[in-house]
């Protein structure tokens, strides 16, 4: 079977991404696929922790870079509005926390529930102060201070956005873009069919038929299934909770969260995660966030403003146990249902 032109993967920042393209003539495809590729090169130089010669180990080497590149700057002031906007639970200065727990090279390198040997050092504390960044634009000098910080998540939301900006300025026309599981897409004005994006149950694949229905926009989970190993005996995971500088303890299992922008789903799925079930509620009714959170007792519930997005396949609906949906002041009804 010949390959479709309109698909393509690219391995970058420890994940593959994956394209997906409607209405691209192939040729047209191939030319994308090449400028895509050549951008998500371009970001790995600028923001990989796990590459020696990229900007942000120089960065973090010192605390400052002159002349930084435009990505960079991007991605660190990213991160400093998402540290403002959670109030701190959102926190890039983990990178010695990662370290200390084993989690110093690409996942794919180091495996779900391999066995690290243990750090001998204390477990780094909390930074006593708020993070902040600064560009002397005189000086061309980007500061950070002196705890290193790493821009995975939210470096690979703002990848998903640029590469989806980048598409639809090249006329791509309609395309979904997933990488790590977390998915961007784009729905053309001319384009009557949506995006069906499945909702994974970490448990079991058939216990929780929903699937979400996006135009454009973004779906972003965080997730302890995949990026999990052990230390000394203890299972941890890549969620760190700044306050304590280890692996979030929290009730949920996974976050799913539907926005405009994958770099907030990202965020939001991460902050609601660290606030657990009832925290994370509190978060979702206050923003209006679209979020489905899995409790690691296999309970789901889900927020208000889920219903705009959920789809129910009626044939296994009746397997979709323990739903919750929390402080509704208007009957639940879902967008359609498949038979």
């Known amino acids: 079977m010949k390959k479709d032109a309109r698909t393509w993967r690219v391995h970058a920042m420890g994940t593959h991404f994956n394209f997906q393209l409607r209405q691209a003539t192939p040729r047209h495809a191939r030319r994308l696929a090449e400028a895509t590729e050549r951008l998500l090169q371009s970001m790995e130089t600028s923001w990989s922790r796990f590459r020696e010669d990229s900007e942000l180990s120089a960065l973090n080497q010192t605390g400052e870079l002159a002349h930084p590149s435009t990505l960079l700057r991007l991605a660190v002031f990213e991160a400093l509005t998402a540290h403002r906007l959670t109030g701190g639970h959102f926190d890039p200065r983990v990178k010695r926390a990662l370290e200390h727990l084993g989690y110093e090279r690409s996942f794919t390198e180091v495996g779900t529930g391999a066995e690290l040997a243990p750090r001998p050092a204390a477990s780094p504390a909390r930074p006593p102060s708020e993070f902040c960044a600064i560009f002397d634009e005189h000086a061309g000098v980007l500061s950070i201070g002196s705890e290193p910080i790493d821009l995975g998540g939210i470096g690979k939301g703002l990848a998903l956005r640029m590469l989806s900006d980048h598409l639809r300025h090249s006329d791509s026309g309609s395309h ?58 203890q299972t941890k995971h890549h969620i760190i909770d700044p306050a304590t500088m280890d692996s979030a303890e929290s009730d949920l299992y996974a976050v799913t969260v539907v926005d405009t922008d994958s770099a907030r789903a990202e965020v939001f799925s991460k902050w609601i995660f660290l606030r657990g079930g009832a925290g994370g509620m509190a978060i979702c009714r206050d923003r209006e966030i679209a979020a489905l959170m899995i409790g690691l007792d296999g309970g789901v519930r889900y927020s208000p403003a889920w219903a705009r997005y959920m789809q129910v396949q009626a044939e296994a609906s009746t397997r979709a146990t323990g739903c919750v949906l929390s402080d509704v002041s208007s009957p639940l009804e879902p967008l359609s249902v498949s038979a």
């Open 176 to 233: 979904l873009i997933e990488a790590g599981g977390d998915i961007r897409t784009y729905l053309d004005s001319h384009d009557p069919d949506p995006w069906f994006v499945d909702i994974e149950d970490p448990f079991s694949s058939a216990s929780l038929p929903m699937l979400v229905r996006v135009g454009t926009g973004a779906v972003a989970t965080s997730s302890v299934k995949v990026r999990n190993w052990k230390v000394g005996g």
